[in-house]
Every structure is written in structure tokens, then in C-alpha cells.
């Protein structure tokens, strides 16, 4: 009997149309926001926090929070999927979108990745075209609230395409590479790209 209940609850969630198509394969959905650090928290001051685009640009662009908050900024409902196998629909988000922030630097013609480095240590690297056409933005906001320190706040890259953990939280910077350097995940054996559709979990899949 409590096994019938929960898997006709299990199938009614199934079948709500919106929801299908929508789940990655090997993916179950969360109502929650689990949340997963490699470390501490780091707390960063607003007025010491940067924004940072260098490598192979001409000029290196920097943005202070009051300059970053000025940017054009778009409202993001996407759904997130993490390599451990949580999906969250409909993730509300305020941020700005990579295009705008491109649109300030001149690209050295060989830069072709992007190793994305964030307060405390954590780097993840994507190639250039995955942050393209509005497909990512850097978040400070959530639900409508400011993103939370556990989160990455005050600021987090947001790349929906991908697995949860290109999503950089506490975003430093990005650097403009030639080549493509494998950041945290990637060089404990993660996958280079990360596509959940094609469940791109491991360095080999
Ligand atoms: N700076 C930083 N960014 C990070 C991580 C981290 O440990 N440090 N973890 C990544 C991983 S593995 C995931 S799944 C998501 C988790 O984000 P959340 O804690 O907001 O759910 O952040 C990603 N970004
Ligand atoms: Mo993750």
C-alpha cells in the first residue's frame, strides 16, 4: 500500500508535460538546492570585490561590484543539472550575460578557452563558444534574493548547458587561453566539457 502510493506519486510527477524532455539521462528532479564546495565558504567584500577578464585580450577589463551592478541584466529560468544526478527546473536568475561582458575586451585571435578562477582557489575551463549567444551569465541573484555565500555569492558564473560544476561560484575572473587548461574537477578526472545530455561525467565518457 505506502509502496502504490509512492510510485503513483512518482508517475504523477512524471507525466506533467512541462517536465518531459527535460530530465538528462541518469538525472532524478530535486525540489531542494543541495549544496556542494570543494572547500569553505569564502566571504568577500563587496567593496573589494572584482571582476576580472585578462589573458589573451588586448586590454585586460576589471569591474568593481558598484561597475558590475551597472551592466545590462537579464532575468535566466533555466534548469540545472549536477554530475551528481540532481536536475532543478525552472531556476529563477538575475545576472549579466557574457556577450555584455565580451563586448567590452578585444580577443586575441588564438584565445579559444576560458579558464573561468574564483575566490578561493577553484578554476574550471570551457571553450570560449559554451559562453556564447547567451548561453551563460554571471548570477547575483536568485528567486530574486541576492545569491547566498553557500551558493556563490556574491557572484557565480552560470553555464545551464552544462553540468553544475562549470557553474564557478564566487567568480573572480575569467583568463582567455590558447589552450585548453583542465580546472579542478577536470584534473581530478571530470570531464572536459561536460554536456549532461550526453552524459559527459568523466574524462572517457
Ligand atoms: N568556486 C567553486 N565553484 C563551484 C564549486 C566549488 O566547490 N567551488 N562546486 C561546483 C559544483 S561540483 C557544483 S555541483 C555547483 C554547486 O553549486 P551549489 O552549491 O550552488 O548547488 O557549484 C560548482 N561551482
Ligand atoms: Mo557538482
Known amino acids: 500500500m505506502g509502496e502504490r502510493f509512492v510510485s503513483r506519486g512518482f508517475f504523477g510527477r512524471r507525466r506533467q508535460p512541462e517536465q518531459a524532455?527535460?530530465?538528462?539521462?541518469?538525472?532524478?528532479?530535486?525540489?531542494?538546492?543541495p549544496?556542494?564546495?570543494?572547500?569553505?565558504?569564502?566571504r568577500i567584500r563587496l567593496d573589494q570585490w572584482r571582476f576580472t577578464i585578462e589573458g589573451l585580450v588586448r586590454?585586460?577589463?576589471?569591474?568593481?561590484?558598484?561597475?558590475?551592478?551597472?551592466?545590462?541584466?537579464?532575468?535566466?529560468?533555466?534548469?540545472?543539472?549536477?554530475?551528481?544526478?540532481?536536475?532543478k527546473l525552472d531556476m529563477k536568475w538575475q545576472g549579466v550575460s557574457v556577450d555584455t561582458l565580451f563586448q567590452a575586451v578585444s580577443l586575441d585571435p588564438r584565445a579559444a578557452f576560458v579558464t573561468a578562477y574564483s575566490y578561493?582557489?577553484?578554476?574550471?575551463?570551457?571553450?570560449i563558444p559554451d559562453l556564447l549567444n547567451d548561453q551563460a551569465f554571471i548570477a547575483y541573484q536568485q528567486d530574486e534574493k541576492p545569491l547566498t555565500?553557500?551558493?556563490?555569492?556574491?557572484?557565480?558564473?552560470?553555464?545551464?548547458?552544462?553540468?553544475?560544476?562549470?557553474?564557478?561560484?564566487?567568480?573572480?575572473?575569467?583568463?582567455?587561453e590558447e589552450r585548453e587548461r583542465l580546472g579542478f574537477w577536470e584534473n581530478l578526472?571530470?570531464?572536459?566539457?561536460?554536456?549532461?545530455?550526453?552524459?559527459?561525467?568523466?574524462?572517457?565518457?
Request: proline fraction near 11%; aromatic fraction near 16%; include cysteine.
Open 120 to 127: 578561493g582557489d577553484y578554476t574550471t575551463n570551457l571553450p
Open 21 to 33: 524532455g527535460r530530465i538528462p539521462p541518469g538525472q532524478y528532479l530535486v525540489d531542494d538546492w
Open 59 to 87: 586590454q585586460p577589463v576589471s569591474w568593481s561590484w558598484d561597475e558590475f551592478l551597472k551592466l545590462p541584466s537579464k532575468t535566466y529560468l533555466v534548469d540545472i543539472s549536477c554530475v551528481t544526478k540532481w536536475t
Open 35 to 42: 549544496v556542494l564546495s570543494a572547500g569553505p565558504t569564502p
Open 189 to 205: 578526472g571530470y570531464h572536459r566539457r561536460g554536456d549532461p545530455w550526453k552524459e559527459e561525467r568523466y574524462s572517457g565518457d
Open 149 to 176: 555565500p553557500e551558493h556563490g555569492g556574491p557572484a557565480r558564473l552560470v553555464v545551464p548547458h552544462l553540468y553544475f560544476w562549470k557553474s564557478a561560484k564566487w567568480i573572480q575572473g575569467f583568463r582567455l
